[in-house]
């Protein structure tokens, strides 16, 4: 390449830093209405005029793009070179796609430096005087660092910022992902006048998926709650007592026995969750005489000592002498209140036939515990 040809390129590069621009292929997808085909990606479109002292340029020419940060004294390089082959250039007028990858563009300032030689293939490539400062379209200043996105949006489940990730495969994705060194990955707020709102909404449809994940501690200012979840409380025999010292029985862990006819009464305190609704009782059993039945007995007592309610109760049956169960669903004051009560199992196994096993008891909870 001659020095005149040298010349002549760096005088086009200050023209090209006046007169250069940048559009996303988002936007112009606009211009021609179609069905989305997939991924919009990370390319962008860059367009410029080069003029030879004036006049405008044509042919073909070779053209390298790097991407620096926005310090204006000592610029780093952050992704590049780009380089695109023999871009027709027709009265000065060019255009050329350009990638950076997907870690290019993080919401900091970025410069593009752009190398050229005309034509195309012929001798190294002028670095043209100045960068370009790329500025951003309109409405993704919404989404640098520190922006805010505000809107009314009402109705279902209608959101300021929707995200949608339809991948399928058999690695991890995310359809939004937040992190922080020392501060909050993802913080939502939502001003809840009536109905459903939420700052933070996360669905799946995969049942080994996550709507919402944190991975560290997470942190709720508030209420913590999810549609009602049915969960169990199991109490073996090794947990009841007599209820009176003398009896004669055998608690095996797994199984109680009554050893006379008089040691009837054994007790077992239930721990159930507070705000939980009990929805069933399972007794397991097993009765070996037709003459009497045993009885489970679920007790809420007032911690004052007042009041003692039967929540639920279920009895042996026959002299089938097998194993069995017996069940209540229908459940009295079935909400837990551990603020005022506590609750306890109590076992009538009135003769040495009747033995038990343990109980299930069943219950729905749309909070953590």
């Not at 200043?141 to 949608?164: C, K, N, R």
């Not at 007032?302 to 009895?315: I, K, Q, R, Y």
């Not at 194993?323 to 009560?341: F, L």
């Not at 009135?350 to 008891?361: L, M, R, T």
Request: proline share 4%; with cysteine; hydrophobic share 35%.
């Amino acid at each position: 390449m001659n020095k005149m040809y040298l010349s002549w390129m760096v005088v086009v590069g200050v023209v090209l830093l006046l007169v250069g621009s940048v559009t996303t292929v988002g936007q112009a997808q606009y211009l021609i209405p179609q069905n989305p085909q997939g991924d919009v990606g990370t390319a962008f479109t860059y367009q410029g005029r080069l003029l030879n002292n004036g006049s405008p340029v044509n042919g073909t020419c070779d053209f390298r793009f790097n991407l620096y940060d926005d310090n204006m004294l000592s610029p780093t390089q952050v992704a590049g070179p780009v380089d695109r082959s023999s871009v027709t250039v027709s009265d000065g007028y060019f255009s050329t796609s350009i990638d950076f990858g997907s870690g290019a563009f993080t919401g900091q300032g970025r410069q593009l430096e752009i190398l050229v030689r005309c034509p195309a293939g012929s001798g190294s490539y002028t670095t043209l005087s100045g960068m370009v400062w790329l500025a951003p379209a309109p409405y993704a200043l919404s989404l640098q660092p520190g922006a805010e996105i505000s809107s009314d949006t009402a109705g279902g489940l209608g959101a300021v910022l929707y995200v949608e990730d339809t991948y399928d495969g058999m690695f991890a994705s995310a359809a939004l992902k937040g992190q922080s060194t020392q501060g909050t990955g993802v913080y939502g707020a939502a001003t809840a006048n009536s109905g459903l709102n939420y700052g933070v909404y996360g669905e799946t449809s995969s049942s080994s998926g996550y709507g919402v994940y944190s991975h560290g501690n997470a942190h709720v200012e508030g209420d913590l709650t999810w549609r009602a979840k049915t969960s169990y409380i199991s109490v073996s025999a090794a947990a009841f007592r007599p209820m009176a010292d003398g009896y004669d029985y055998d608690n095996r862990g797994d199984q109680l026995w009554n050893l006379d006819n008089a040691s009837d009464g054994y007790v077992a305190s239930v721990q159930l969750p507070h705000g939980a609704t009990v929805t069933s009782m399972t007794f397991y059993w097993w009765d070996g005489t037709s003459t009497y039945d045993g009885h489970c007995t679920l007790y809420r007592t007032a911690m004052d000592g007042t009041n003692t309610v039967v929540m639920a109760e279920a009895w042996t049956s026959g002299d089938a002498a097998t194993n069995s169960s017996s069940q209540d669903d229908s459940i009295v004051y079935a909400t837990v209140d551990n603020s005022q009560y506590s609750y306890y199992l109590y076992w009538d196994l009135p003769v040495a036939g009747v033995g038990a096993y343990g109980v299930v008891i069943e219950y729905t909870i749309t909070e953590p515990y």
